[in-house]
């Protein structure tokens, strides 16, 4: 397998910053050179709980989108994410997978502000119209 190029998403609203951190360090221990991002903070949606902080990287590997979601979702774990409870509730870590080998394989990428904001500044996506007043850059770097 040829190495592709995956965007993926990071947030947090439980202790943010020290997960976010984490997850940074892991992408870069298993995948090398990752661009990231700014970080931004957006209000919890869909739930009660504390705004996130949210942002996208840029890592290039010869894994499987399967396998790579296995990986992400294994570190979610490692934080303490608890699934029990369904995926509408604050977490610790949240990485998804929004594209790979080109292709968007994650709706919320163009549906989300705290997704496509980030996104667009790694990766050209079409045009969407939202509203991206609730969001707001952070001094956090990754």
Not at 45 to 68: S, T, W
Not at 108 to 115: D, G, M
Not at 124 to 129: Q, T
Request: aromatic share 6%; proline share 5%.
């Amino acid at each position: 397998m040829s190495p592709v190029v995956s965007l993926i998403g990071l947030g947090s609203n439980i202790e943010p910053e020290l997960h976010l951190r984490w997850a940074s360090h892991m992408l870069r221990r298993h995948f090398g050179s990752v661009r990231f991002s700014h970080v931004y903070r957006s209000p919890a949606i869909g739930m009660d709980g504390a705004d996130f902080l949210n942002a996208c990287c840029l890592v290039q590997a010869e894994i499987g989108l399967p396998d790579l979601k296995v990986l992400l979702k294994s570190w979610e774990d490692a934080r303490g994410r608890d699934r029990s409870r369904g995926s509408w509730r604050p977490r610790t870590l949240d990485l998804d997978v929004l594209m790979h080998d080109g292709r968007i394989v994650d709706d919320e990428l163009l549906q989300y502000a705290h997704a496509y904001v980030p996104a667009v500044e790694l990766v050209e996506l079409p045009e969407v119209a939202m509203d991206v007043s609730c969001l707001h850059c952070v001094d956090l770097r990754l």
